[in-house]
């Protein structure tokens, strides 16, 4: 299929472009690189320098491309931001939204694969978190998720779109292959964050609380790797367009990992002592939260495979060492 990745110069982006060309799909990328870098962009995919929010670039590469699908990878993502300045979430992440799906019904392109978060979620009521989770975000960025995915909803009523919205846990690690080498500027999740440290980009990694109600004290998260989530996302094509079905799911490797066991594995991984300090608690983060993919499982026959923290971490170091 002619498939539009939408952001796919960024980091799950250029991830998700990769593992739809090595499937055999058409591939156009299109990026405004505000984020994203030309470094992740591949051969064999054309590239449109564009943004979602000039609704003419967007139009003109669905016709020009044929595309009969796009993914939407090219959100804001820094939650922290999103609290200080929604506005410019609203614009980005709501209004791009809503061009893609109003330029999707003007060209009949007929399925959208959607970056979710499990942000939609908020403070966990009880885990793993399931689909049928109460949705209640706790952070303006979530908001505009949930927001998105009701737009996606009723144009799937009233338009025949048809969508994965795939809720991701904590997205982390490198193409395992080696073949994406950008890195993210200015990081703020756990992995880069610790990278950047082992290398000396950043002086100490900042740990947010240790007296959290957990076994040790550090905060509990569900680390997926990037090509699990790029692997969904083929998969997922493949249901909704195979079975004109719209789903929702989550992505999630259903292993709860403490930051404290993620800094040891990178010590151990890199070799490198990492500084790092206690510091107080960040404001909005739950003690633990882990999915139930077990809905990916059954819809997509989808398993996370490089998602153990050994593997996150050894294959983002393989990218960090060589900066
Ligand atoms: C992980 C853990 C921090 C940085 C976010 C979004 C979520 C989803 C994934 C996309 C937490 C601790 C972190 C640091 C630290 N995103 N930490 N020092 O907040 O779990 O999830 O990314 O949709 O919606 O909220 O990810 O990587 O920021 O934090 O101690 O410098 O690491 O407190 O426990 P988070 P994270």
Known sequence: ????????????????????????????????????????????????????????????????????????????????????????????????????????????????????????????????????????????????????????????????IRYASLRYFNAAGYDVKGRVTGLEQNPSNLIPVIMEAACGMRGELQVFGNDYDTPDGTCVRDYIHVNDLAAAHALALDYVSGNDKSITVNLGSEEGVSVTEVLETARRVTGKAIPAKITGRRAGDPAKLTASAAMAGELLGWKARYSDMETLIRTSWDVYRDK
């Open 1 to 160: 299929m002619n498939i539009l990745v939408i952001g796919g110069a960024g980091y799950i982006g250029s991830h998700v472009a990769r593992e739809l060309l090595d499937r055999g799909h058409q591939v156009t990328v299109f990026d405004n690189l505000s984020s994203g870098l030309r470094e992740n962009l591949f051969s064999g995919a054309a590239f449109v320098h564009g943004d979602t929010l000039r609704y003419e670039q967007l139009i003109s590469a669905m016709r020009d491309s044929g595309a009969g699908a796009a993914v939407y990878l090219a959100a804001f993502k820094a939650v922290g931001e999103s609290m200080i300045k929604p506005e410019k979430y609203s614009v980005n992440n709501i209004i791009g939204a809503m061009h893609l799906l109003n330029a999707a019904s003007e060209t009949g392109l007929k399925y959208i694969i959607f970056s979710s978060s499990a942000a939609v979620y908020g403070e966990p009521e009880y885990l793993p978190v399931d689909e049928k989770h109460p949705t209640n975000p706790s952070n303006y960025y979530g908001f505009t998720k949930l927001e998105i995915e009701k737009f996606l909803s009723w144009y799937d009523r009233l338009k025949g």
